[in-house]
């Protein structure tokens, strides 16, 4: 009887050491687990590539003139000076720029996992592209002759200008907050809890 109750007692300590060990070993697992591997994690932030998060719109009125000469008036006139007429055009662009950052070119080195942490060095934000829809450009008036080649400067003109306000209006400091909270937001839900951003 007494080895029994001996053996009774040793089955019931084992057990109450291994639901111990159990219940110890369950508070300190997280519940979410993070991504296992760096490669998968880059693969995963790859996939997004370019990720745009902030956006400039601007409508712009462009107004340029031009000189242009006459052949053979000034020696018909008998005149010394060079004849000229001026042509005119007035157009109504509407431009978009958008920043964001390009995430295509992160690679290992980039990013480091220690336990649920992850500390990852991103390229800087920046204007990813600036964009004028040549169906929405409206000539409000015109005289004279232009050339698509002309058009085609001028509009190469008014993007530089959309991005150059842009940039005035600090879209990338914006695209730089938001971009942030969304990557964090993303990785959150991946399983990491600290993660820590810098740039190259």
Known sequence: MNEKRYTLVILITFAIVILYYIRHTNTLTPTTNPIATTSSMITKIREIKELRTASYI???????EKERGIPGLSNFLGLDKKVT??????????????????????SETDIFVRNDSLFCQLPQYSILETI?????????????????????QIILEAKDSIKQNAISQKIVETAKNNGEKQLSDLLKVAGYSTIVFSYK
């Open 132 to 152: 004028i829809n040549p169906n929405e450009i409206e000539v409000y008036s015109e005289s004279g002759d232009w050339s698509q080649n002309e058009m085609n």
């Open 58 to 64: 601007e409508e712009r009125v462009i107004i340029k």
């Open 85 to 106: 007429l001026s042509d005119k055009i007035v157009l109504i662009v509407k431009g978009t720029a958008n920043a964001g950052i390009d995430l295509s070119t992160l």
